[in-house]
Each structure stands twice: as C-alpha cells, then as structure tokens.
C-alpha cells in the first residue's frame, strides 16, 4: 500500500514544485522589468538634459538653425515616447500612473527649454508662431499636470508660479509672442529663465525619483509574495503527502495466493461405521429381486 499510495503523492509534491517555481520566476521577471524602467527612466532624463543643453549652443551658432532645432526636437521626441512605452508597461498600474506624470513633467521641461532656446537664439517672423505654440502647449500641460503631484511637489510648484522669476520669464514670454520688446533686461530675462528651468528640473526629477521608489517597491512586494505562494503551495503538497503515506501505513495488507500453489482437496466420503459381509448379501438381495421384477 505505501508504494500505491507514493507515487501520486510524489507526483503532487513534483506539480507543486513545480507551480511556485513558476511563480517565482514570473516575479522575478516582473521585479527585473520595474526596477530596469525606473532605471531607464532616469538615464533618460538625463540624456535629454545633455540634448537640451547641446541644442541650446548649436542654436547660437551661425547655419540652418531650423534643421538644428528639428534634429534636437525629433530626438528628445523620441526618447519621451520611449519613455511613455516604459509607463504603459510599468508591472503596477500605480506605478505606470506616477511614470506617465513623470514623462509629463519632463515634456513641460522640454517644452519650455525648447521655446527658451529659441527665443535666446533670436527669433523671426516663421519661427515666431511655433515658439507662441510650444509656450501655450508646456504651460497648459504643467497646470494639468499640478494637481496630479504628490503634496510636497505641489507646494514647489506653488512656490514656482507665485515667484517673481516666473511672472517675469511669462512676461517676455508673452511679448516675445507678440512680437513687442521684453519688458525687463537681458539679464534679468536670462536669470529669470535659469531660474524657471531649475524649479522644473526639480518638478520632473522628485517626480522620477518618486516613481521609480515605487516601481521597485512595487517589484519587491510582487516578489515576496509569489515566495509566500510557492512556500505555502509546496508545505500543502507535503502535508498531503504525509497524510496519505500515514494512513496508508496503517490499512491492512491483503494476503493474495496464486491460484497454482492452492492444495487440491479431494472430496471423500465419510461412513458412519464399516460394511459387513451380511451387508453386502442384504445388498445383493435386493438387487437379484429388482432384476426378477
């Protein structure tokens, strides 16, 4: 009976192995894949950082600056969509939430560098109407995005648009587009716009930061309960085997004989006492009148 009752016991333990690694290796997966996008999504940051800074000094010098400026712009396109793919991926649909705000964030950052850089460059009449665009496309993007922050971002946010440098930056931004003379100097517009750029790296960056903490955080608990599972199902799997090699150990054996090495009993005829010759001519008697009827 023990060996009857092991296999399917063996053969539920092996599935129940087999179940939590499987388990596991999807969390480990799932942990990899949320901790590699808050990874990527800080190289990325940077990298545009590195664009926007480069594009600002190819915009000063002398050459075609449309094609510069729609090199730079195409590339730092490119790398956000990488990034809103990473978002829509993300393991958690929390995380995927907080990194699209992230990538948000770092477009308003792109947008208002992109419109910086060129208004620093100089700009004309055809150059005029995509700079009032991309002013009025970062600045409805960054109040929708606001309110979405986490409380201590909000309030640098309402520090940034309650500031005298961001009423002064959207003063020349607003004469730019309409074509008047700034009404502040060169240097106050220019450490004015410094200042403006700071305040939203520091939006986009504690935004990153904020979503990445949660996408390994996110990864871990995925992690440690996929081990919780894998743990409980194979404990169960060992339980139950115990149980059935236990109450097979104590159930009967039934004893089978083969049917070749059972004894041959011949039947006999048991007499209650001998036969006597005066039985045997009683015997014949009765026969030989028989034989006359």
């Known amino acids: 009976m023990l060996s009857i009752a092991f296999v399917p016991s063996a053969t539920l333990v092996l599935v129940a192995l087999f179940i939590g690694g499987f388990l596991i290796h999807q969390a480990v997966q799932t942990r990899n894949v949320a901790e590699s996008g808050a990874v990527t999504m800080t190289e990325a940051s940077r990298g545009i950082s590195v664009l926007q800074r480069d594009r600002s ?13 729609t090199a730079y712009a195409d590339s730092i396109d490119t790398s956000l969509s990488s990034l809103r793919d990473i978002a829509r ?24 560098d992109r419109s910086d850089s060129l208004a ?18 970062y600045r409805s993007r960054l109040d929708a995005v606001a309110g979405k922050l986490t409380e201590s971002s909000r309030q640098v946010y309402r520090d940034l648009i309650g500031s005298e440098d961001w009423s002064r930056f959207g003063a020349v931004e607003t004469a730019l587009s309409a074509a008047t003379p700034p009404p502040v100097t060169q240097d106050a517009w220019r450490a004015a716009a410094a200042a403006v750029g700071r305040s939203l790296g520091v939006l986009a960056t504690r935004q990153i930061e904020y979503s990445a ?31 059935v090699m236990l109450i097979a150990r104590r159930l ?12 041959t009993v011949s039947p006999r005829i048991h007499l209650r006492r001998p036969i006597e010759p005066a039985d045997v001519r009683r015997m014949q008697a009765v026969l030989e009148g028989i034989r006359r009827l």
């Open 57 to 69: 000094a190819a915009l000063k010098e002398p050459g075609s600056r449309s094609a510069t400026y």
């Open 89 to 112: 991926a993300a393991p958690d649909a929390e995380v995927g939430y907080q990194q699209t705000l992230a990538v948000e964030l770092l477009a308003v950052v792109e947008g208002m």
């Open 120 to 137: 620093a460059a100089g700009i004309d009449d055809e150059g005029r109407r995509d700079y009032a665009a991309t002013v009025g496309a």
């Open 213 to 243: 903490q949660l996408a390994v955080d996110a990864g871990r608990r995925v992690l440690s309960g996929a081990l919780a599972a894998a743990t409980a199902i194979c404990l169960l799997a060992g339980l139950v085997m115990a149980v």
């Open 252 to 263: 009967p054996v039934p004893i089978i004989r083969c049917p070749s090495r059972l004894e």
